[in-house]
C-alpha cells in the first residue's frame, strides 16, 4: 500500500510533484483539524467496568478519554485528585470516606453528583453486575452519601482499594442516565465525564470523539479524534507512513528506529507492562521439571536483544524494578543444559519430545509472534515441541476466564499501580479470573496477605511468594515492555507509563 502511494505521488502533474515533495515533512500536520490515531486493538464494549474487555489494559486508553476514573493517575503513575478530590479510612480501617468533585457535567449536561460515586462503587460491589474485579468492589457495603462525601462500610480490609479507583474497572459511571437506557441503551450511546464524548463508533472499524469543551481538567486540544482499529502491525506502519493516521503504537521497534530516522517522530519509554507465558496446571503442565527445563531453555535477554532491538528490560518474576515487591535476589538462569537433564528424568529427549500448545497473539504486541516462534526453536533444542496457536487478545480473555487456555499462553499483563496483588496476586492465584494456576499450596500462601495491614510485612509476603513461584516455574516471566509510539511531527504526546495512549494528553507541536 505504501509503495503504491509513493509512485502515485511521484507520476503526474506539478502540482502531484509539489504534494509528494510536501508530505514527508508533514508540513500539512500543523494545521490538523481531525487527530487520527491507528490502534492496536478493537473495542468490544462501552461499559468499563463489567465483562471480559473491562480488565484488557489496552482498551482502557479509549475508556478513559471517555470516562473518568474514580482517582485521577497521573503519567508517571502517581494518583492525583480526579472526580475524587480526597479520600482515606477512619481511624481503625472500618470505613472509607471519599470527597467527590463539584461542578462536574455528565455529557449529556447533567449534573454530576456523589449519588453517581456511591451507586457506581455499589454496583460493581453486586456480584450480579458482572464485574470482574466485584472480589475487589465487594469489601466495600453500605455505601451512602453525606452531603457532598460518600462513606463505606468495609467489610473485609483491602490493603489497595484506592489503588483499584484508578486502575481497572475503577470509573465513575451515570446512575440517573444508564437507569434511564439500561446495560443495551448504554452501550449504545454512552456518556461519562471524561475528555471526549462519542460521537460515532463502528464496530470493529473506529469510533470518533469530539471534545468535551466543559471538562473539569480543561478542554483537550484537538476538538475531533478518530480512532482506528487496526489490528495488524504492518497495517499500523502503513497508516502513519502515508500520513492517514497521526498516530500510531506498538510497531516492530526497526520500523520504530527506521521511521524516527526520518519523516515521523517517535518516543519510546519503558511502561508498567510485562511480557510473560501462562503455564496452565493441565497436561504435561503438571510435570515440575517440564517446566522448570521450559523455563531454564529460554535466553531472555538476546530475545530482547535480537527482537526487540534492545527495546525491552528481562524479567525473572512478575514484578518489575518499579513494582513495589520487586526482589532482584530472584533469578532463572538461562541454563539449556539443565534443561535438557531436568526433560531426561522424565523420560524426554530431542528424540522424543514433550509435546503441548502454546497459544499466542499475533501483532498485538511488537514481535509478538516472533517471540514465541524463537521460544519454540529454543524449547526444540532441548526436547521440548510445542505447536503455536495464534489467537486475538479477546479470545485468550475468553479462554483465561473458563480456565481453557492452552498449557501455555502468551500474554502481557499490566499493573500500572505497581502493586503485588496487582501482578503476582490476580496472575497466579487459583481462584481469581484471571489465572489458570490452581495449585493450593500457591492458594495458601496467597491468602493472608490480601488483607495484611502490615505494609512491610505484606511486601515481604509477596516477595517469599515470587520466589515459590520462580522456584516451582509456575509462570514464565519474559520482560518488560519499552512501548514505541509513533507520530506526525505536528503532534506532541506525552506517553503514559500506564500504556494507555490518551488523545486528551496529545497537542499540536
Known sequence: MTKLTRRSLLKGTAAAATLAAAAPTFAW??????????????LPSWDPTVGASAVNPTIQGIYQSVFDQFILQQPDLSPAPGLLTDWGWNDDHSQVWMDVREGVKWHDGSDFTAEDVAWSLARVANPETGSPIQFVWGTLENHRVEGNRVIADVKQFDPTIFKWMYFLTGYVLPKAYYEKVGADGFEAAPIGTGPYMVEKYERNAYVRLKANENYWGGAPEFKSVTIKFVTDAAARVAEVESGNAHVTLEMPYEEFDRLKAGKLDGVAAPISDIGMIFFNDIEVMTDPNVRKA??????????VDRLLSGYGVPIDTLETPEYDAYDPTIKTPYDPEGAKALLAESGYSTDNPVKFTIQTTRGFKPKDYEIIQAIVGLWRRVGIEAEIEVYEVAKHYELRAADQLAPAAFYNWGNSVGDPTTSTGFAMYGPSPHSVWDGQELIDMINPLWGEADEAKRIEGWKGVSRYIADNALVLPLLQYVQPILHAPGVKVTPHASGALLPHLMTRA
Not at 490538523?32 to 490515531?37: G, Q, R, W, Y
Not at 521450559?294 to 530475545?303: R, T
Request: hydrophobic content about 60%; charged content about 15%; glycine content about 0%.
Open 294 to 303: 521450559a523455563v531454564m531453555a529460554v535466553d531472555k535477554q538476546a530475545i
Open 29 to 42: 500536520a500543523q494545521q490538523i483539524e481531525e487527530l487520527v490515531i491507528a490502534y492496536n486493538v478493537n
